[in-house]
């Protein structure tokens, strides 16, 4: 099997369809493609990197970068990942949805972008709170009850 690295080097560049659900609603699974390219230089905060972690490879965004490492973490994620600036082998440039082709320097992107990781602490509030309500529910025995109604709309 011919790793990304090899395929980078070799091309220049990177085409393929994304996998997992850890970047959405930017990226889709199975639906959109990313094309990646060698960073030329380290990479800055709110870059897409793509990097090995074991035989695994991940595509996730720079949410801060420190000393020796950047700080990562999947826009539909939870928990932050610090991974060493070796360990990244490219960068997403441009990604195409529904036919059309995208760069991460369109304005319409940064905004996406920025608005995405402001709201960050709302989404993860919710994401606990939205626990805490499932888990009384169960408690109370209310998730027979509620399947039946949400299945009825």
């Known amino acids: 099997m011919t790793r990304f690295e090899d395929l980078l080097q070799k091309e220049g560049r990177l085409v393929y369809k994304t996998k997992g659900t850890s970047m959405e609603p930017m990226l889709r699974q ?46 539909n994620t939870y928990s932050i990942e610090q991974v060493p600036f070796d360990a990244v082998i490219g960068v997403l440039v441009r990604f195409n949805r529904k036919g059309k082709l995208h760069d991460v320097s369109e304005p319409g992107y940064r905004f996406y972008i920025r ?39």
């Open 115 to 153: 608005f995405w990781n402001a709201i960050y602490p709302l989404r993860a509030l919710w994401k606990r709170v939205r626990k805490l309500l499932i888990e009384a529910a169960r408690k109370l025995g209310l998730i027979p009850i509620l399947k039946k109604v949400l299945r009825r709309k």
């Open 30 to 75: 199975n639906r959109d493609l990313v094309i990646i390219e060698v960073p030329s230089a380290r990479l800055q905060k709110y870059d897409v990197a793509l990097y090995r972690c074991g035989e695994k490879y991940i595509l996730h965004r720079v949410i801060g970068v420190e000393d020796e490492y950047y700080n990562i973490r999947g826009d």
